[in-house]
């Protein structure tokens, strides 16, 4: 008896393994994706910028890094008593604002060279609503709370938002030709926004998406697409794989998700060293009745030597 209907999932032609370095960029669902590389121990950067919902966030923070600009004073500002930038997630804030801006220039020069050295660049979308900053026109990353009444909020069209990913795929390639980009939609639900505004949003993400990849389908390493979002509205359709707030996906989704990713993206001839770093994973977290007994002292010994071969296999343990 069949109890599930199953989205495809097209295989990677260029699949992650332990030399791969995987830069990732996007809503808080990257954020668990990369948890998930960092568990494993994959050579990965997540969100140097933080948290960015929509595509032109991604795209000025994209563009500044590959053009080595720098953020100045005129780029900051004091609200809540601390620095602020609205290119970037409050995590960066500062309670100054030489801290803040060697912050923001220090992730500028971090972002771009992990662009340089990317094998895989992962995007993951998670709103097409945008603030548009009255004063200056200028599309924010993040309103830092800032009153509402100080921003136009809008919605990006398809067409803006597949100009915004060929732009950054463009600028990208220019410096870094092989990488291989791969684009979902958090499946996340912005209700905040409204339940028919944020499937009005989602729409013109997946929309735009497909309309970059066959735009794009002719260069080497073409983009592709992961089907986040329609595994948890399809495969996953029940509240038992939502937190609380019952909108975003709970462990048991994540970790479901993330087994389709794995089977389609990462490479099966590292699947033995995921178990293996797996294995001292739960090793190190062991919590022992006697921290100095010879049986412990000696389950220590083995798992370094387990660390150690691990070392000596590529895995940057």
Known sequence: M???TQIPI???????????????????FAEHISKKFEYYKFQNTSNPFGILFHPKAIEKLLLKALHKQVYTSDDVFYYNERWQCYDA??????????????????????????????????????????Y?????????ANCHKVPQNMFEKRLLSIHEISASLKSVIREVKSVNPNVQFT?????????????????????????????VIADERS????PMYFPSFEIMMDELRDYRFYAEDLVHPNSTA??????LFQNAWIAPNVYPLMKEVD???????????????????????????????LKTLGVPF
């Open 132 to 140: 548009v900053l009255k004063d200056t026109q200028a599309t924010v």
């Open 10 to 28: 097209q295989k990677v032609g260029s699949p992650i393994d332990y030399k791969s370095n995987v830069l990732l960029f996007g809503s808080c």
């Open 254 to 259: 994540v970790n479901y998700i993330w087994e």
């Open 2 to 4: 069949k109890l599930q």
């Open 183 to 211: 684009f979902t939609v958090s499946p996340v639900r912005h209700i905040k926004d409204g339940f028919v505004e944020n499937t009005l949003s989602k729409s013109h993400l997946i929309a735009a998406i497909h309309q």
């Open 219 to 222: 260069i080497s390493n073409s």
């Open 89 to 130: 997630h409050s995590k960066l804030s500062q309670v100054s604002k030489e801290a803040l801006l060697e912050a923001l220039n220090s992730n500028v020069s971090l972002t771009y060279q992990s662009v340089i050295k990317a094998s895989h660049i992962i995007i993951t979308l998670g709103s097409a609503w945008v």
């Open 279 to 309: 294995a001292v994973q739960k090793g190190l977290t062991h919590k022992p009745f006697n921290p100095y007994s010879q049986a412990h002292l000696k389950f220590i010994e083995g798992l370094n030597n387990k660390i150690s071969k």
